[in-house]
């Protein structure tokens, strides 16, 4: 009697590994999660910013290649400076970054793709957005580039969180995690697996079930983050952001540069409006279209554009964009 409930319970474990075998099989076929997803971080620490981007960064995020310059931004410029080409650069956070899309997909390089087939002068789309960055940290690399490339136009992208800051902190494995969570000494979500660095390493199904499962706690997180967002959407939360960014048009000033304020849903519109219109400068905001098909729009289960929100954006700040080159070129 033990002897066939042995044989049994050995057939099922065969049958399971074979199940297991020919799922692990599927998923390499179909690239569900290749090794470069769980390389270390791209992130780095950084005195005044407080965390940016590798140089020459190679890696994922997600299911998402992420891929980064010399510079040390999602990107493929060479140089900062190049007269032969109408510059704009674009500052911003996750949104700009390109969070959960391809770089070919994010609005700078849509945008510039664009530009180049419209006008036979040359344009450079320079995306320096960077994750979980605030006005702060956008002020402050504004102070550190911008005297590098001259640019004729910046876009400063805006986000209902960005008035945070510090927010998130660097781990030694080069992720970003938020401040509080960070001080923690246990994390109550943390999967446990066995061997889970051998089988990271070596199983794409496990790899695959892994972003799975980050997704899922994500997903979760913004259900309880209502108050999170909500605090971007009083008056006072910006008081200090307002600064920044004014002390951002100074700078564009100094440097004879266009200013552009591209305003993601639910920051404020009002506000914003009022500031673009007290200092004379152009805004776009994407509020009315995510009212009218939000979901369309954004990722699922996660309130970043995909590949049609980016679309959207790129093709509103076209617009704008010809209006500007034609002042620019005016003006020259």
Same mark, same amino acid.
């Given at each position: 009697m033990q002897g066939k409930k042995l044989k049994h319970i050995c057939f099922t474990a065969v049958v399971f590994l074979i199940f297991l075998l020919v799922i692990e099989v599927f998923a390499r076929l179909l690239n569900l999660a290749p090794n470069y997803h769980f390389s270390p971080g791209p992130y780095d620490k950084d005195p005044v910013l407080g965390h940016k981007l590798k140089k020459n960064f190679l890696g994922g995020q997600g299911s998402i290649e992420i891929k980064t310059n010399k510079h040390g931004f999602r990107d493929d410029f060479d140089k900062w400076y190049d007269k032969k080409n109408r510059r704009i650069l674009v500052l911003g956070d996750s949104f700009a970054f390109g969070y959960g899309v391809k770089q070919k997909e994010t609005f700078s390089e849509q945008l510039e793709s664009m530009l180049e087939k419209e006008y036979d002068k040359g344009f450079e789309v320079y995306n320096t957005g960077v994750n979980g960055y605030s006005t702060y940290q956008e002020l402050e690399l504004l102070k550190q580039i911008g005297h590098k490339m001259f640019p004729e136009i910046i876009i400063l992208e805006i986000c209902s969180n960005d008035y945070l800051y510090p927010e998130f902190k660097v781990r030694v494995d080069g992720q970003l995690i938020p401040i509080d969570a960070a001080e923690r000494k246990k994390d109550a979500h943390r999967l446990k697996i066995p061997f889970k660095n051998f089988l990271v390493k070596h199983s794409a199904l496990v790899r695959f079930l892994r972003i799975k499962y980050s997704q899922l706690l994500h997903a979760m997180s913004l259900?309880?983050?209502?108050?999170?967002? =909500?605090?971007?959407?009083? =008056?006072?939360?910006?008081?200090?952001?307002?600064?920044?960014?004014?002390?951002?048009?100074?700078?564009?000033?100094?440097?004879?540069?266009?200013?552009?304020?591209?305003?993601?849903?639910?920051?404020?519109?009002?506000?914003?409006?009022?500031?673009?219109?007290?200092n004379k400068i152009p805004i776009i905001d994407l509020t009315p279209y995510w009212k009218r098909e939000r979901m369309k729009y954004k990722l699922p289960n996660n309130p970043h554009p995909n590949p049609k929100g980016h679309k959207l954006t790129a093709n509103l700040?076209? =617009?704008?964009?010809?209006?500007?080159?034609?002042?620019?070129?005016?003006?020259?």
């Open positions: 259900r309880t983050k209502e108050n999170y967002y =909500d605090e971007g959407k009083k =008056d006072e939360t910006w008081t200090q952001p307002i600064k920044y960014i004014e002390e951002m048009l100074e700078i564009a000033n100094k440097l004879n540069a266009k200013f552009v304020i591209l305003l993601w849903p639910n920051t404020q519109p009002n506000l914003f409006h009022k500031l673009a219109e007290s700040l076209f =617009d704008k964009m010809v209006e500007l080159n034609k002042e620019l070129s005016d003006e020259h």
